[in-house]
C-alpha cells in the first residue's frame, strides 16, 4: 500500500516528469566559504507560503483537475484553495504576489493541460453558495419585478429552479447549462436565445488589490460567450439579478422542456466540455464539422461526438493532447473547405 504522500509523488512524477518538490523552489548554488562556514547560496529567494495558514478554507497540494473538470482531463494543481469566504480571497490577493492563479467555478468550460497549473487555483466549488431572498418592486410600468442577489458559486440549475420556485421568469432557459453563477457570468453563457448577461443588475469582485468592487450593468459589455470587465481581474463572489414575475408552473414545464431537448442533442453519458467551438456568424460551428464528415474523428481516447459535431467527448483516458490535436484538425478542415476561421470557446488552461 502507497501512503497519501508517496501517491501525491507518484501522480505529480507520471504528469509533470519531476519529484514532489514545487516548480518555484530555486536550486542551491555551489557549496561557498564565508567567514569559515559552509553554506549554499540560492541564485533567488524561495517566496514564503507561510501566509497560506491565514486561509480559513481547506487547501490542497497536487490535486488532479481531471477530477474538477467536466471533461474529466488535467494534471495537478500546485495548491488549490477552497475560500472559506471574502475576507480569504482578499487574503490571496495580499499574499500571493506574482504566484499565477486560476478560478475555477464548475469546470465546466476548461481544457486544462496534462502537466496541471503551476500556481494556485482558487476553487469555488465548495463555497459561495447562497442565493438571497428576492426583492420584489413593481417598475415604471408596473410590471413585477425582483433582484435577485446571488453568491458566484450557484450552479445555474439550481438558480434556475430557485427562481421559478419564486415565479421569477427568464433564467429558466439558462437550466441546462452545467456551470457556477461566476463562469457563466465570465462567459456570458447563454441558451434558448438568452444570455446570463441581460438578467444582470450588477456584479461583485474582489479585485486583484483586494478591493470589494461592485460593477453595475453599463460598466460592462455582454459579447457572445465573453464578458469584458474594466480592468481590475479578481474574482466574481456575487451578482444581482432583475428577474420578472411569471407563472411557476409554466416556468417549471420550459425547465422539463428544455432540459429535455438536451439530452436528445447532447452527448452528456460521456464526459466533455460543452461546444468546443463558437459559432461563425449566421451558421453554427456543429453544422460545419458535420458536413465534412468529422463525427467520430479520433485522436487517441477522444472524439468528436456521434450525437453532436461540436462536441468532443473523453471516451476514457483521454488526454488535453489528444483534444487539442482534433481542434487542430478541425480548424485547419474547415478553414480549407469552407473558408472559415473557427474560435474555440472552452478555455485552454497552460496549454
Ligand atoms: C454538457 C455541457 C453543456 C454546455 N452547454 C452550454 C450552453 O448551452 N451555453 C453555454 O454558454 N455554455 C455551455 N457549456 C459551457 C459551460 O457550462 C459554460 O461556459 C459555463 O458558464 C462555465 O461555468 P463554470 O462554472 O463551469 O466555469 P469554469 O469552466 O470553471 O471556468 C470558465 C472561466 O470562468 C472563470 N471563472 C469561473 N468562475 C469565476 C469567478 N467566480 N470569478 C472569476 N472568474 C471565474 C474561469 O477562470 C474560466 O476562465 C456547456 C458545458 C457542458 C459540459
Given at each position: 500500500m502507497q501512503t497519501e504522500t508517496w501517491k501525491k509523488k507518484l501522480i505529480r512524477y507520471a504528469h509533470t516528469g519531476k519529484g514532489s518538490e514545487l516548480?518555484?523552489?530555486?536550486?542551491?548554488?555551489?557549496?561557498?566559504?564565508?567567514?569559515?562556514?559552509?553554506?549554499?547560496l540560492r541564485k533567488t529567494m524561495n517566496p514564503s507560503f507561510e501566509w497560506l495558514e491565514k486561509i480559513k478554507g481547506d487547501i490542497?497540494?497536487?490535486?488532479?483537475?481531471?477530477?474538477?473538470?467536466?471533461?474529466?482531463?488535467g494534471g495537478p494543481a500546485d495548491i488549490m484553495i477552497y475560500p472559506k469566504d471574502i475576507e480569504d480571497l482578499q487574503t490571496i490577493f495580499k499574499y500571493k504576489s506574482t504566484l499565477p492563479h486560476l478560478v475555477l467555478g464548475e469546470g465546466s468550460n476548461l481544457l486544462v493541460s496534462d502537466s496541471g497549473f503551476r500556481g494556485l487555483v482558487v476553487c469555488l466549488k465548495n463555497?459561495?453558495?447562497t442565493i438571497h431572498t428576492p426583492r420584489f418592486y413593481k417598475d415604471s410600468e408596473g410590471k413585477d419585478k425582483a433582484l435577485l442577489k446571488v453568491e458566484a458559486g450557484v450552479k445555474m440549475s439550481y438558480l434556475a429552479k430557485t427562481a421559478a420556485r419564486y415565479s421569477l421568469?427568464?433564467?429558466?432557459?439558462?437550466?441546462?447549462?452545467?456551470?457556477s453563477l461566476g463562469g457563466a457570468l465570465v462567459m456570458n453563457a447563454g441558451a434558448e436565445g438568452a444570455e446570463i448577461g441581460q438578467f444582470i443588475k450588477s456584479v461583485t469582485r474582489v479585485t486583484e488589490t483586494g478591493n470589494i468592487q461592485t460593477l453595475t450593468r453599463d460598466q460592462l459589455q455582454?459579447?457572445?460567450?465573453?464578458?469584458?470587465?474594466?480592468?481590475?481581474?479578481?474574482i466574481i463572489v456575487s451578482a444581482e439579478l432583475e428577474l420578472e414575475k411569471g407563472d411557476s408552473q409554466s416556468i417549471f414545464d420550459d425547465i422539463t422542456s428544455f432540459l429535455g431537448k438536451r439530452s436528445n442533442k447532447q452527448p452528456l453519458s460521456l464526459?466533455?466540455?460543452?461546444?468546443v467551438f463558437k459559432n461563425p456568424p449566421g451558421d453554427t460551428a456543429g453544422r460545419l464539422i458535420e458536413s465534412l464528415g468529422l463525427k467520430g474523428f479520433t485522436v487517441g481516447d477522444a472524439s468528436i461526438s456521434i450525437k453532436h459535431a461540436n462536441f468532443i467527448v473523453n471516451k476514457g483516458s483521454a488526454s488535453a493532447k489528444?483534444?487539442?490535436?482534433?481542434?487542430?484538425h478541425v480548424q485547419k478542415t474547415v478553414l480549407e473547405k469552407h473558408g472559415i476561421e473557427l474560435e474555440t470557446e472552452i478555455v485552454r488552461v497552460d496549454i
Open positions: 516548480p518555484w523552489k530555486s536550486k542551491p548554488g555551489p557549496q561557498k566559504l564565508v567567514l569559515g562556514h559552509k553554506i549554499f490542497r497540494y497536487d490535486e488532479l483537475l481531471s477530477r474538477f473538470t467536466s471533461i474529466r482531463i463555497g459561495f453558495k421568469s427568464g433564467i429558466q432557459k439558462l437550466v441546462g447549462i452545467p456551470g455582454f459579447d457572445y460567450r465573453k464578458t469584458q470587465f474594466p480592468p481590475g481581474g479578481g464526459p466533455n466540455s460543452g461546444s489528444d483534444v487539442i490535436q482534433i481542434i487542430d
